[in-house]
């Protein structure tokens, strides 16, 4: 069964840059040896997670890239996908479009804002994967 993870935006760092808290997930996801995709709004929010990702941490490396620069996307373990690059699922999505991942997949992982007037469409996002068999998890980051 496919499992949906939402992680609720908590605490001061992540709420100042909820990118940083990507970056925790994604090096989660590689810890765990699952190729992982993270879905960017849009090319802008892609270029912003590639600089965070060669930032992030001092002592670790996460292996990332755009998907569609380079001609080994398939090797890269954390593929940053704009909206218009086309790639195949991975076992891990971290999903930041405004849309439910409809794909396949082991775990989706969805950032919540920080801000309660922001979390609407993420309360339909959870019905929505719940509809679909999803396992449902909610973690306060």
């Known amino acids: 069964m496919p499992r949906a993870d939402f992680y609720l935006i908590a605490k001061p760092r992540f709420a100042e840059d909820p ?3 990507v970056c925790e997930l994604a090096k989660r996801c590689f810890a765990a040896d699952k190729p992982t995709l993270i879905l960017a709004r849009d090319a ?7 600089g965070l990702l060669w930032e992030f ?5 996460l292996p990332h890239q755009i998907a569609g620069q380079d001609e080994d996307d398939a090797e890269t373990p954390i593929l940053i996908v704009p909206p218009d ?3 195949p699922d991975r076992p891990y999505i971290i999903n930041l479009r405004d849309d439910p991942f409809r794909g396949t997949c ?3 992982l969805e950032v ?3 801000d309660p007037a922001a979390r609407d469409p993420l ?3 959870w019905r929505d994967y719940q509809a679909r068999g999803f396992e449902m998890l909610k973690h306060d980051m």
């Open 44 to 50: 802008m929010q892609a270029d912003l997670i590639d």
């Open 19 to 21: 990118l940083l808290l």
């Open 112 to 114: 919540v804002p920080a």
């Open 57 to 61: 941490e001092d002592d670790a490396y």
């Open 85 to 87: 690059a086309d790639t």
């Open 106 to 108: 082991e775990r989706v």
């Open 123 to 125: 309360r339909q996002r």
